[in-house]
């Protein structure tokens, strides 16, 4: 019992030794990020100190007209939630920036999702960083250094980054779907940036007989003849699926996954009908899929 009260006690100092270390770790890290913000902060302040060194330079690529300053803005951008550019923005060119340095957060630091880096001026402007929980803000606001670690703290404006510098992720539509929050700002897709992706069902192809022409996706039949579609579909581990194909006549026919073909007979009273056949398949999770190149064609029947 004693051994056993030993190994037990010698645990339990160990776990108390980790805990602290762990804590004391987060602290050097958030410290360590701090500076290295900090540091790329006073770059940022001493170029506009100097920023008649990047007039000559913006003058070359069209800024400056109309009496504006050559130079929109010197700033600290972030192009993911780990890595982040000093730069000077050129007035007639804001996305072909002078990029002055690339630097990166320490290990397992990160930098608060929404925020996107900091502008040096006098409107407040600031980042948010996290490691374990612990957070820290830096915030430029009158051009003076704030510091603060209330995690509802305002941040103010901040630079146009890519969707990846905000924190988020670009979501594949035809592929994937968009959940939690949205962000409309970026400059690489600001219609699918997104908290996080998860994958959607996808209409691979829908094939016919009597064969559709490749380039127009149309199939001619006469009124009173039928069509058989075969449908390949690629749901993932969100199975089973349901299969829904639209006739585009006003009917149609549900299915599942495994269900590879449909027949529908098609009627004309017109000297010419069009019908847009289309393919939605809805998974498990109740996701579905987006309407594709792949996922329609049109049915032409003449009497």
Not at 137 to 156: C, F, H, K, P, W
Not at 272 to 294: F, M, N, P, Q, W
């Amino acid at each position: 019992m004693r051994v056993l009260r030993t190994f037990l006690s010698s645990l339990i100092l160990l776990g108390l030794a980790a805990g602290i270390v762990g804590l004391i770790a987060r602290e050097v890290l958030l410290v360590m990020a701090v500076g290295v913000v900090r540091e790329a902060v006073s770059e940022i302040r001493n170029q506009s100190v100097q920023q008649g060194n990047f007039v000559q330079e913006c003058l070359s690529r069209g800024g400056g007209s109309d009496g504006e300053s050559p130079v929109s803005a010197i700033q600290l951008r972030f192009t993911s939630d780990t890595e982040f550019v000093t730069e000077v923005v050129c007035s007639q060119t804001q996305f072909e920036s002078l990029i002055t340095s690339t630097r990166e957060l320490p290990w397992m630091v990160r930098k608060v999702p929404g925020t996107s880096g900091i502008i040096w001026s006098d409107a407040r402007s600031g980042i948010e960083l996290e490691v374990f929980g612990r957070h820290r803000a830096v915030i430029i606001e009158n051009r003076t250094v704030e510091y603060s670690s209330d995690e509802n703290v305002d941040l103010g404006i901040g630079p146009v980054t890519t969707c990846e510098g905000y924190g988020f992720t670009c979501c594949a539509l035809d592929s994937q779907v968009g959940l939690d929050s949205q962000w409309n700002q970026a400059t690489n897709c600001p219609r699918s940036c997104y908290s996080r992706c998860v994958s959607r069902p996808v209409v691979l192809s829908v094939a016919t007989d009597p064969y559709y022409e490749l380039e127009t996706r149309r199939v001619a039949i006469s009124s009173g003849q039928s069509v058989v579609f075969t449908v390949l579909v690629e749901v993932g581990q969100a199975s089973p699926a349901q299969v829904h194909l639209d006739f585009g006549d006003g009917q149609s026919e549900t299915g599942n996954e495994n269900t590879e073909t449909y027949t529908h007979t098609y009627t004309c009273s017109q000297p010419s009908c069009e019908y847009r056949a289309k393919v939605l398949i809805t998974d498990s999770k109740g996701i579905t899929s987006t309407e594709t190149l792949s996922s329609s064609l049109t049915v032409v029947v003449t009497p």
